[in-house]
């Protein structure tokens, strides 16, 4: 049964970087597109981005200029960095396991295995 | 980016009740459409994938149908533990984007 775990800092001054990790455990990190999605208080849902095979990387227009992501395979964990955080980033963050099934003639994509999240504030 | 638009915004329902959520793109994003049930303080749970397969575990009163831009999730039997909200997503085209989501609620 694969989980993923987010961690880091709760609070993030504006102006600086969030970093957070999302830990693998219960099967390898293989090949699977593993994103980050978050979702402001009282708010819906937002996909920030993928990575896949630690080189393929995805990123929401909205927030490109400003994000990165990459895949420690050594460690069975993934990472996003967010720049220059104002107060519209405080949100939860969940890490989630991108899948795909072939039904011919498409790979059809879903997010099938999801953390708990992980709330980042930012503030002063 | 394609915008994912669901109805209702919010209903209210009974145990029992046969519950119908829709979830309109304003793109045609083939069978590419995902449903998934978020409770409060909790992460989202897959239940639909490729519109119309059920995800693994989840109960078969759960149902997807659509294909284009029209897509609908259906709750045969309400049952308590369905309380929740619910999102779409599409992912025919990047950025995938979710629905603003569904509240069913008592």
Not at chain 2, 78 to 85: K, R, S
Request: proline share 5%.
């Amino acid at each position: 049964q694969v989980q993923l775990q987010e961690s880091g800092p709760g609070l993030v001054k504006p102006s600086e970087t969030l970093s957070l990790t999302c830990a693998v455990s219960g099967g390898s990190i293989g090949s699977y597109y593993w994103s980050w999605i978050r979702q402001p208080p009282g708010k819906g849902l937002e996909w920030i981005g993928y990575v896949y095979y630690s080189t393929n990387t995805n990123y929401n227009p909205s927030l490109k200029s400003r994000v990165t992501m990459s895949v420690e395979t050594s460690k069975n964990q993934f990472s996003l960095n967010l720049t220059s955080v104002t107060a519209a980033d405080t949100a939860v963050y969940y890490c989630a396991r991108g899948n795909s099934i072939y039904h011919f003639p498409s790979n059809y994509y879903y997010m099938d295995v999801w953390g708990k999240g992980t709330t980042v504030t930012v503030s002063s | 980016d394609i915008q994912m638009t669901q109805s209702p915004s919010s209903l209210s329902a009974s145990v029992g009740d046969r519950v119908t959520i829709t979830c309109r793109a304003s793109q045609s994003s083939g069978n590419y459409l995902n449903w998934y049930q978020q409770k409060t303080g909790r992460a989202p749970k897959l239940l639909i994938y490729s519109a119309s397969t059920l995800q693994s575990g989840v109960p078969s009163r759960f149902s997807g149908s659509g294909s284009g831009t029209d897509f609908t999730l259906t709750i045969s039997s309400l049952q308590p533990e369905d309380f929740a909200t619910y999102y779409c997503q599409q992912s025919y085209y990047l950025p995938w984007t979710f629905g603003q989501g569904t509240r069913v609620e008592i």
